[in-house]
């Protein structure tokens, strides 16, 4: 495991390095199967924006970024559910981390950071079996299906869904 991380909660400064990182994550991890407008610049420029804001009020659950040489290179963040439909009262909303650190143990000290011992759900790609068997380590199984249609309207990714897992 290595240990040369720093994880702490996130400040508001950390937002655009957080946005950039963010965004070479999903283009790591989903560029296999996502259109490029979806981690492109304007969707970078729109996580830098999402998270200044984020950033810049009260948070309700727990949010850690890993750095690594003073560089952000992975996120986790987990609070009260957000969806309507919601399986379980608390929601994994991410855990991203760049591929050069995939492997290096710092998605588990991620969760460990962030993970409450509530009930929880969390969202992941179908097409995404890596991530579906790390959640699995933890103790999430398979809910229920959701289309790419609940998040994005685009009718060329229509076939393209997500499984909602829970625990607890």
Do not use: C
């Amino acid at each position: 495991m290595n240990t040369d991380y720093l994880i702490r909660e996130p400040q508001p400064e950390d937002a655009e390095a957080l946005g950039r990182m963010h965004t070479q994550a999903w283009r790591e991890s989903y560029a296999h199967f996502l259109p490029e407008r979806l981690y492109d610049a304007d969707a970078e420029a729109e996580r830098i924006t999402m998270w200044q804001q984020s950033l810049s009020r009260p948070f309700t659950g727990t949010r850690r970024i890993a750095l690594h040489h003073n560089h952000v290179v992975g996120f986790a963040d987990y609070g009260p559910a957000k969806d309507d439909d919601a399986p379980r009262s608390h929601q994994l909303y991410g855990l991203y981390i760049l591929a050069a650190h995939h492997g290096t143990g710092l998605a588990p000290q991620l969760i460990d950071h962030v993970l409450g011992p509530e009930p929880s759900y969390l969202e992941v790609f179908k097409d995404n079996p890596r991530a579906i068997r790390f959640y699995t380590r933890y103790g999430f199984v398979p809910h229920d299906e959701l289309p790419m249609s609940r998040w994005d309207t685009d009718p060329t990714i229509a076939h393209i869904s997500a499984l909602r897992l829970t625990r607890g």
